[in-house]
């Protein structure tokens, strides 16, 4: 096993092989003895180290495997429980102040327990069951029970949520959370035309795919546009000249200045001119 170094921070890469060679290789590692401990620690935090903190890393790696081998019943892969809770490792021993009079592996258990934490909750199901700090702390205490009580009758749930200090709806809730299961969006790939399956994209309405719908849209708006070039047309030249150059036209729309300006006369009197064609062009459209 050999250490790289990113700045400050500190990364494990274990060598190839497997999780019982790795497990093997974190139990051959000596045990520190608690002045050995101190000294390593208090020359990280005076002089940074980063052979002191491999050192405080390496002794504890054991540890890690423990505490990861308690949360093997949520079916996920012993050997991601054991990094993330290396990850926490390291933190704590970034963090750890050895003037405090506590050993590292009490500090650390908090910061490993983090990180494996937040590792089951993302990966655990696709859509979150945990989400607040509480409801956290509910559902490792509730994955505890479970293990000891099975299936909650109603005084089970009572007694756990006098024990968690929680609401009854509180554990009953989180129960069917982690009772229940991921379910695929679309089809199974392997699904056969013939066999009667059923997924949640059946369901949803497309609403693009009503033919029906879009002809008849299509069609009320070629009726609109048709009774608009009908109502302009009946418009003088200058008004309609007007109504295009600054409502019609494609390119940038000319302003009341410059209108003015075309016609020698006053901004105001393009303003009513305008006006008065939206107006004609409103009433001959409610006609038409």
Do not use: C
């Not at 290396?86 to 500090?107: C, E, I, Q, Y």
């Not at 369901?203 to 008849?216: F, K, Q, R």
């Amino acid at each position: 096993m050999t250490f790289k170094t990113t700045g400050t921070a500190l990364a494990i890469v274990p060598q190839v092989g497997s999780l019982d060679s790795y497990i093997q290789g974190v139990n051959s590692i000596p045990v520190l003895s608690v002045d050995e401990e101190r000294s390593l620690a208090i020359d990280l935090v005076e002089n940074e180290n980063i052979e002191a903190a491999q050192r405080l890393i390496m002794s504890h790696l054991r540890f890690v495997v423990h505490v990861a081998k308690s949360y093997s019943g949520y079916g996920l892969p012993q050997a991601d429980l054991i990094q993330e809770g290396n990850v926490g490792l390291m933190k704590a021993v970034k963090r750890f102040d050895p003037s405090v009079g506590v050993r590292l592996v009490s500090f650390a258990v908090h910061w490993i327990k983090a990180e494996i934490h937040e590792y089951v909750l993302k990966n655990w199901r696709i859509v979150k069951v945990a989400t607040t700090k509480a409801q956290r702390k509910l559902f490792f205490n509730l994955r505890k029970s479970k293990k000891r009580l099975g299936w909650f009758s109603h005084d089970e749930v009572q007694a756990v949520a006098a024990d968690l200090g929680v609401s009854s709806s509180d554990v009953l809730e989180m129960e069917s959370r982690m009772s229940s299961q991921d379910q695929t969006f679309d089809l199974p790939v392997d699904n056969d035309d013939g066999s009667a399956a059923f997924a949640p994209a059946q369901y949803l309405e497309d609403s693009a795919s009503d033919l029906a719908e879009g002809v008849s849209g299509a069609q009320w708006q070629n009726q609109a546009n048709t009774r608009l070039f009908s109502a302009i047309k009946t418009l003088d030249e200058r008004s309609q000249d007007i109504i295009s150059a600054r409502w019609l036209d494609d390119g940038s729309k000319m302003t009341l200045q410059d209108l003015a300006a075309k016609y020698n006369v006053s901004a105001e009197r393009v303003r009513q001119l305008e006006k008065n064609a939206m107006k004609k062009i409103r009433s001959t459209m409610g006609e038409l």
